[in-house]
């Protein structure tokens, strides 16, 4: 099981960027998606979150408006379209699975992707 995010990168306020977060070594289909961030200092927050069973997306406050998510079951990549960027979203991204739906604490997702380093500059 592998889970690779890519995207990542340097943005200026009010800009965009998309992060993928392909997967391998099991099937989307059985499996939701979360996103989650981690900014130094800070613990690590769920974002957002696509449940391929029942079809929830789950959205934090903090990115609800500016951030969406998606998936390409051919591909066996998820997406996180970021806009509307802001300092404060600089954080490490990091992609992770949990069986069926999204679950509720970061330690009920049992695979974990690198992580990609997104940095907003004012």
């Known amino acids: 099981v592998h889970l690779v995010e890519s995207g990542g990168g340097l943005v200026q306020a009010g800009g965009s960027l998309r992060l993928s977060c392909a997967v391998s070594?099991?099937?989307?289909?059985?499996?939701?998606i979360g996103w989650f961030r981690q900014a130094p200092g800070k613990q690590r927050e769920k974002i957002l979150c696509i449940s391929i069973s029942d079809g929830n997306i789950y959205y934090a406050d903090s990115v609800k408006g500016r951030f969406t998510i998606s998936r390409d079951n051919a591909k066996n990549t998820v997406y996180l379209q970021m806009n509307g960027l802001k300092p404060e979203d600089t954080a490490v991204y990091y992609c992770?699975?949990?069986?069926?739906?999204?679950?509720?604490?970061?330690?009920?997702?049992?695979?974990w992707g690198q992580g990609t380093q997104v940095t907003v500059s004012s």
């Open positions: 070594g099991f099937t989307l289909d059985y499996y939701a």
């Open positions: 992770a699975r949990s069986y069926r739906r999204c679950a509720l604490n970061p330690w009920d997702y049992d695979f």
